[in-house]
């Protein structure tokens, strides 16, 4: 995910740097927004496996990169971090898109 190297993606904040400025709770329902300060906008739309969860908690990203083929890397930011986390998962699941020109 050479994309999350770059400047706006390192350290302990990136997840909030990343949410945007509305959409997002916590387990209670109360706003938990970041500061998009990336430009990036991300939602919380949460992620499919054998059922949805997450919507308004958790935004989960695809990446282009597989590992192995029936991996994906993917991105991941929850209501109660701060941090963007990093994980391959089954590509039998379901997270979100986001297209990016070059």
């Given at each position: 995910?050479?994309?999350?190297?770059?400047?706006?993606?390192?350290?302990?904040?990136?997840?909030?740097?990343?949410?945007y400025t509305?959409?997002?709770?916590?387990?209670?329902?109360?706003?938990?927004?970041?500061?998009?300060?990336?430009?990036?906008?991300?939602?919380?739309?949460?992620?499919?496996?054998?059922?949805?969860?997450?919507?308004?908690?958790?935004?989960?990203?695809?990446?282009?990169?597989?590992?192995?083929?029936?991996?994906?890397?993917?991105?991941?930011?929850?209501?109660?971090?701060?941090?963007?986390?990093?994980?391959?998962h089954n590509?039998?699941?379901?997270?979100?898109?986001?297209?990016?020109?070059d």
């Amino acid at each position: 995910m050479a994309r999350l190297d770059g400047k706006f993606w390192r350290g302990k904040t990136a997840g909030t740097k990343i949410k945007y400025t509305s959409g997002w709770e916590d387990d209670k329902g109360k706003d938990d927004n970041g500061s998009n300060s990336s430009g990036f906008a991300g939602l919380p739309g949460g992620e499919r496996s054998s059922e949805f969860y997450g919507l308004k908690n958790n935004g989960m990203w695809w990446s282009s990169t597989e590992n192995p083929s029936i991996y994906a890397w993917s991105a991941s930011v929850y209501y109660h971090s701060d941090e963007l986390s990093i994980y391959y998962h089954n590509t039998g699941n379901g997270k979100s898109v986001r297209c990016i020109k070059d």
